[in-house]
């Protein structure tokens, strides 16, 4: 007894550790694929980073699905991917930000020019600005943009501008970059919490098939030393069909002999009650149950 209680414990403890180290090892790489493509779009364009995501989508699925949880990996994973896209999104913004508070210098600049983006569809109209330094010169760099309309030709702004001419100049409330590094956290964060909560349900839901399974084993063994009624045969079966693990293809395998009383009509029709269909076909001395089969067993 006492061997088979250690034994009892080393599985459970195996059960527990490896989705644990699973969810870990998933987590780890969606940080790591959300700062290797925050990296890569500072150099490179769509035509590398889109093929990127589509990879980071295809092995996020796999990973998700290997987590158990019953609920649809696809929508988990565009949940993932769509936090991971906003993060490096709005960190990449954040960049922007911080190298101009690097490099950039404050100046003291004149509205030159004013003009307000066209309109395209529901598109936001931004109003932009050319500014003019106090010597006449331009201030470096594309034209100051803000989403709601702020100055007027004419007036004087204190402006952080780029001395190489390649980010916007920004007034230094713009150029704060505190908002897009929390924001840019929080969709990480989100996106590891949808790990955390896919794993949780995928061992959550194993652990009560697993208990189901064992309660399924223990009453047909009963039933075959017991002799138990067609009743008792039949619940036992509709407990089996809910409990018991699907295969890879779907399928869920009952043994016939472990029903003496029940026939596979009658089977077919306590699994169509459960929302399942019985093969009529291939079956290699087990019943097989699915939602979808080849060949329907007729309902009695």
Not at 92 to 116: F, I, N, S, Y
Request: aromatic share 8%; net charge positive; no cysteine.
């Amino acid at each position: 007894m006492s061997g088979g209680s250690a034994g009892d414990d080393e599985v459970r403890e195996r059960r527990v550790r490896y989705p644990v180290v699973l969810a870990v090892a998933t987590g780890g790489y969606v940080l790591a694929a959300i700062a290797g493509l925050f990296v890569l779009t500072g150099d490179y364009g769509p035509a590398l980073l889109v093929p990127l995501w589509i990879v980071h989508a295809v092995l996020l699925v796999l990973l998700i699905r290997k987590l158990g949880a019953k609920t649809s990996s696809t929508y988990t994973m565009l949940f993932i991917v769509a936090t991971s896209v906003m993060s490096v999104y709005v960190a990449d913004m954040a960049r922007d930000d911080l190298t101009l508070q690097q490099r950039g210098e404050r100046v003291t600049a004149t509205v030159v020019k004013k003009w307000r983006d066209a309109a395209e569809g529901r598109k936001a109209r931004d109003y932009n600005y050319t500014l003019r330094q106090q010597d006449g010169t331009k201030v470096p760099g594309p034209a100051m943009r803000t989403s709601t309309d702020l100055y007027e030709v004419g007036q004087r702004v204190t402006v952080i501008e780029d001395p190489q001419g390649e980010l916007r100049p920004k007034t230094p409330g713009q150029a704060d970059a505190t908002g897009e590094e929390l924001g840019s956290l929080g969709f990480a964060l989100a996106a590891l919490g949808a790990v955390g909560w896919t794993a949780w349900r995928g061992s959550d839901a194993a652990h009560r098939r697993g208990g189901g399974a064992r309660r399924a084993h223990r009453n047909l063994a009963g039933a075959r030393g017991a002799g138990v009624s067609q009743d008792e045969q039949e619940e036992q079966l509709r407990e089996a069909l809910r409990t018991y693990p699907a295969d890879r293809r779907g399928y869920i395998k009952v043994p016939p002999e472990s029903y003496p009383d029940v026939s596979q009509q009658r089977a077919a029709r306590i699994a169509w009650e459960l929302g399942l269909r019985a093969e009529a076909t291939g079956n290699r001395g087990s019943w097989r149950f699915a939602e979808k089969v080849v060949e329907e067993v007729p309902l009695d």
